[in-house]
C-alpha cells in the first residue's frame, strides 16, 4: 500500500493529469489483504469510507467496506474523477443518465449495470451520469479502494423513482485506521488509540 500511494502521489506532483495513468498504476497493483486490512473497518449497518491518504491536497485515496448486501444511494460525484479498484468480493455498478431538467418526478433511466471482481478497475465521473454501488453478495464483504480527484465533502444523492435530489455530507468512518467521531464537530475527531478496539470493528469477512 505504501508503494502505491508514493507512485499516486508521484503522478500528482505535475499540474496536468493524465487519467490514464492513474488507471495504469491502480490496475497494476495486486490486492494483497497485508496491504490493506488495516484500513478495513466494517459497520454492522452501513458501509464505510475509510481514509488512507489525503494526497498534496488534489485527491483523497480511501478504503470502503461493504457488508453483505449494502449498497450506496444513487450519487453523483461533484465534478470530481472517481477511480474504483475492487480488492475483496465483488462489486456491481448500476450507472443511471442524469434527469433531464424541467421534468419533475420522472424515474431515472438506468442504462448499464456491471459486476466487478478482485483488481478489477472502474472509473466515474459526472459526465458519465449518476451511480450505486452495491454488494451482490448476501453472505462475504467487500472491499474496495476509491480515488476522488479532486476531493469532496458533499454529494447529491437521487430518488430512483422521481429524480428529485438533495444534499449529502459525506464523512470518514475512520481516517489513517483510528476511528473518527463526529458528534459536535463537522470535521471529525480523531478517536484516541485507546479506544479504538471498542470501538472499530474488524471484518468478519475471508480476507483476515
Known amino acids: 500500500m505504501d508503494k502505491l500511494i508514493k507512485d499516486i502521489g ?3 506532483k505535475d499540474d496536468e493529469i493524465n487519467t490514464e495513468d492513474i488507471r495504469r498504476i491502480l490496475s497494476n497493483y495486486k490486492s494483497n489483504p497485508l ?19 489525503e494526497g498534496n491536497g488534489k485527491y483523497n485515496m ?3 467496506c461493504w457488508g453483505p448486501g449494502m449498497a450506496s444511494s444513487i450519487h453523483d460525484h461533484t465534478n470530481s474523477h472517481c477511480f474504483v479498484k475492487v480488492l475483496d468480493g465483488s462489486l456491481t455498478e448500476t450507472l443511471y443518465d442524469w434527469p433531464n431538467e424541467g421534468e419533475k418526478d420522472v ?17 466515474m465521473s459526472d459526465e ?7 454488494n451482490p453478495s448476501h ?15 458533499t454529494c447529491k444523492i437521487f430518488d430512483e423513482r422521481t429524480g428529485r435530489n438533495s444534499k449529502s ?11 473518527v467521531d463526529y458528534n459536535g464537530s463537522k470535521t471529525g475527531r480523531v478517536i484516541p488509540q485507546s479506544e479504538i478496539d471498542s470501538q472499530v470493528v474488524r471484518s468478519p469477512f475471508s480476507f483476515v
Open 169 to 179: 455530507v459525506v464523512t470518514f468512518y475512520t481516517k489513517y485506521g483510528q476511528k
Open 35 to 53: 496491504d490493506w486490512k488495516k484500513y478495513a473497518h466494517f459497520d454492522a449497518h452501513k458501509y464505510t469510507r475509510n481514509l488512507v491518504d
Open 139 to 153: 453472505s462475504d464483504g467487500c472491499v474496495t479502494l476509491h480515488l476522488y480527484i479532486p476531493a469532496y465533502d
Open 10 to 12: 508521484e503522478v500528482f
Open 62 to 64: 480511501l478504503i470502503l
Open 128 to 134: 458519465i451520469g449518476l451511480h450505486r454501488m452495491e
Open 107 to 123: 424515474p431515472l433511466n438506468k442504462k448499464k449495470e456491471s459486476t466487478y471482481g478482485v483488481n478489477e478497475v472502474t472509473y
